[in-house]
């Protein structure tokens, strides 16, 4: 195991203290539980000279939750979102990722503001300094090439895993922001910029989410539709502790026998999570193999699953397909009876 290398801990009690201790310490990084920048530190992945510790301010800690919008802050830890009754009635997709991220202990510590802004993932990053050093290197760090991609032209390719962010993305969900600048809001199709194949524009991969420099997440934001029923499922190699090969966010809305609404959102493939293009052309009809077989396309054309895990591409993109198919399936038939 390798050992901590020295940093400070800075502990601002209010928004306006951590706008000022960024500025105060050149090369910081903001830290919720530290279930993943503390790993990525010990890995020698980074080594900050600071961390801002989210924790402490009591402003980022509250949810709030109805039938209509939810808003929950940064600093609010994981298992105080999964166990919330009101998230639990009103956003299950929301309660059930946040219920099946990592372990329990992690659960504990691991907060909203650092799932929403979690560092990508892939093999040949998440590794230690020596044996990224054996390879020298890629993109995503020092190196100068992409592993999985060699001829990808400078592109990095790693995964957002993040569970939260696919549950909220079913609801519209958006970020307040705060910075140098100011606040502001910003959608949250808008503040994940990973490589994706269909705009092929923003995001190199090194750079996955479009936050200023010293720019932090305040809360999270979403807005419910009436009749709308939602669930989250995932699959992971250990079932009680591990980051998802995929997972997949539904939600729709059931009219008698007409599917009204359909969102489908998946994590654990991309460079980002992706809320599916084209679902709205499947809805007006009963859920049958137009719809299923619309879905499975729907899903080879936008998830582009990389070799960046332990497990192959393509099948992390059956698993995000057939995750996605069964959850409909099942809220299409609990509507039915509720
Ligand atoms: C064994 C194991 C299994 C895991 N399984 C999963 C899983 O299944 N699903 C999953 O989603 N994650 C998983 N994780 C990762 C992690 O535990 C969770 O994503 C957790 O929610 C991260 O939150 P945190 O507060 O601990 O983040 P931290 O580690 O504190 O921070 C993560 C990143 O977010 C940034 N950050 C933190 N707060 C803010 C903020 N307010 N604004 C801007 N940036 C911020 C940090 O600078 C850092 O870059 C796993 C981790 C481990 C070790
Ligand atoms: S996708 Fe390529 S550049 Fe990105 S972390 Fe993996 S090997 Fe490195």
């Known amino acids: 195991m390798d050992a901590l290398p020295e940093f400070e801990v800075v502990r601002p009690t209010t928004v306006e203290d951590v706008v000022a201790a960024r500025a105060a310490h050149p090369g910081s990084r903001l ?38 919008a939810i808003t929950v802050g940064a600093s609010v830890t994981l298992a105080e979102l999964a166990e919330h009754p009101d998230v639990r009635a009103h956003y299950p997709a929301i309660a059930a990722a946040a219920g099946e991220i990592a372990g329990p202990t992690h659960r504990v510590m691991g907060t909203v503001g650092g799932n929403i802004c979690l560092d990508t993932r892939c ?22 090439m ?26 519209d969900g958006e970020v307040e922001l705060a910075g140098p600048s100011g606040r502001r809001s910003l959608p949250l199709t808008e503040l994940y910029i990973g490589y994706s194949r269909q705009d092929g524009s923003t995001g190199d991969g090194k750079t996955y989410m479009s936050l200023e420099p010293d720019e932090f997440v305040l809360r999270v934001r979403a807005r419910n539709a009436p009749g709308l029923v939602s669930g989250y499922d995932k699959m992971r190699i250990r079932r009680s502790i591990e980051y998802p090969v995929a997972g997949a966010g539904v939600a729709l809305r059931r009219d008698g ?8 959102a998946i994590t654990g493939t991309n460079p980002r999570p992706v809320r599916l293009d084209g679902t709205e ?8 193999d137009r719809v299923t077989d619309g879905l499975d ?14 497990t192959p591409g393509h099948y992390r993109r059956r698993v995000a397909g057939v995750l996605a198919r069964r959850l409909m399936q099942r809220l299409w038939d609990e509507a039915a009876t509720s």
Request: proline share 4%.
């Open 281 to 288: 052309a499947l809805c007006g009809g009963p859920l049958d």
């Open 31 to 68: 830290v919720g539980g530290g279930t993943d920048l503390v790993v990525n530190i010990r890995r020698g992945i980074e080594a900050p000279p600071a961390l801002i510790d989210m924790t402490g301010v009591d402003e980022l800690k509250t949810i709030d939750a109805d039938a209509d």
């Open 146 to 171: 992409c592993h999985v991609a060699p001829k990808s032209k400078g592109v990095c390719f790693a995964t957002f895993s993040g569970d939260l962010a696919p549950a909220f993305l079913l609801f």
């Open 257 to 264: 026998d007409t599917l009204a609404d359909l969102r489908v």
């Open 123 to 144: 093999i040949f990053y998440n590794q230690s300094d020596w044996w990224r050093g054996s390879n020298n290197h890629c993109l995503k760090t020092t190196g100068e």
């Open 297 to 310: 396309e729907l899903v080879r054309d936008q998830i582009m699953a990389m070799k960046t895990t332990f």
